[in-house]
């Protein structure tokens, strides 16, 4: 079963690859960057949860992951200030 | 048939030792995030202040490679994943087979990355090349920053994969400890696996 799980996960992982590769090569004009960094947040999101186990992790490292996000989150606005 | 890890002070439980060990290992990767999402975001905000400019620059790197990195990554990831259910189970054979093909898939990135560099050189893909402008050079500083960054880490796991499987064989009366070793070490090798997953697109993919 653990194992049909992690197979399962590593086929939409490299699905996911194929549809971001695509996608930089077509045509789609501003939206290429957001799919590409949308595509980039599933494979991320499917590696913590599935490989990484987090869906069987206690709240308490949930919280630390969650935390470096948001640490993460915050380290992005940084660049955009000058922008403002 | 799974074994219990070896109980050390100052845990009152092997649960709570386990737990201990699990969410210091993602403290770790939370300051790993900061390292790589400050590199992440720098290469963003170029690409937001000279998009023309980064697009000409990243549409020149091997995407072949690139996209090939990405998949031997993934999948390196996939056996890392199946190591860990084998270590607990006790099945050792196999997880050190898993082990084994990860740290051989990572080792297959090296060579490639290291082929991808040589093309680059060759061509004259360098930092302050002749010809190259300002925003080209920024890029290609970035990249080969962010990129041989990785690389060290995927080093570093290649590493710990191969003291795993020397070891993993002398430990057969710590199973227990040995599989908490085991989820840790592949815990590292998928935060590496993340790090690409964000590198690739923003380096390879700001296509026009």
Redesign the interface.
């Known amino acids: 079963m653990?194992?049909r799980r992690?197979?399962l996960?590593?086929l939409i992982?490299?699905a996911l690859?194929a549809s971001?590769?695509t996608l930089?090569?077509l045509p789609i004009g501003p939206l290429?960057?957001w799919a590409?960094?949308m595509?980039?947040l599933a494979?991320?999101g499917i590696?913590?949860w599935?490989?990484?186990?987090v869906r069987s992790?206690?709240s308490?490292?949930r919280l630390?992951?969650g935390?470096?996000?948001v640490?993460?989150v915050l380290?992005?606005f940084?660049?955009?200030i000058p922008?403002l | 048939m799974s074994a219990l890890p070896s109980l050390n002070p100052p845990f009152s439980g092997r649960q709570q030792q386990r737990?201990a060990d699990?969410?210091a290992m993602?403290?770790f990767?939370?300051t790993e995030?900061?390292l790589f999402?400050?590199l992440l975001?720098?290469i963003?905000?170029c690409?937001?202040l000279h998009p023309q400019s980064f697009i000409a620059a990243s549409s020149r790197l091997d995407?072949v490679i690139g996209?090939a990195n990405?998949?031997l990554l993934?999948?390196s990831?996939?056996f890392?994943?199946?190591a860990?259910?084998a270590a607990r189970d006790g099945k050792f054979r196999r997880c050190v087979a898993m082990l084994g093909a990860a740290a051989l898939l990572g080792l297959g990135f090296l060579v490639l990355k290291g082929i991808e560099y040589h093309d680059d050189a060759v061509q004259g893909l360098l930092p302050r090349s002749a010809g190259m402008d300002g925003v080209a050079s920024l890029f290609l500083s970035l990249y080969y920053i962010s990129t041989a960054l990785h690389a060290l880490h995927v080093t570093i796991g290649i590493g710990l994969f191969g003291w795993l499987t020397l070891t993993l064989g002398r430990q057969l009366s710590k199973r227990g400890d040995a599989a908490i070793r085991v989820a840790n070490v592949?815990?590292y090798w998928?935060?590496v696996?993340?790090v690409w997953?964000?590198l690739?697109?923003a380096l390879?993919?700001?296509?026009s």
Do not use: Q
Request: proline share 5%; no cysteine; charged share 10%.
């Open positions: 653990e194992t992690l197979i996960a590593w992982l490299m690859l971001t590769v930089a090569l290429k960057p590409a960094f595509i980039a494979k991320a590696i913590y599935i490989f990484m186990e992790e206690n308490l490292v630390a992951i935390t470096s996000l640490w993460v380290l992005a940084v660049p955009f922008l | 737990d699990t969410l993602h403290i990767l939370a995030m900061m999402g400050g975001l720098a963003l905000a690409r937001l995407l996209t990405t998949g993934l999948t990831s996939l890392a994943a199946l860990v259910p592949a815990l998928h935060f696996d993340v997953v964000f690739f697109p390879y993919l700001a296509r």
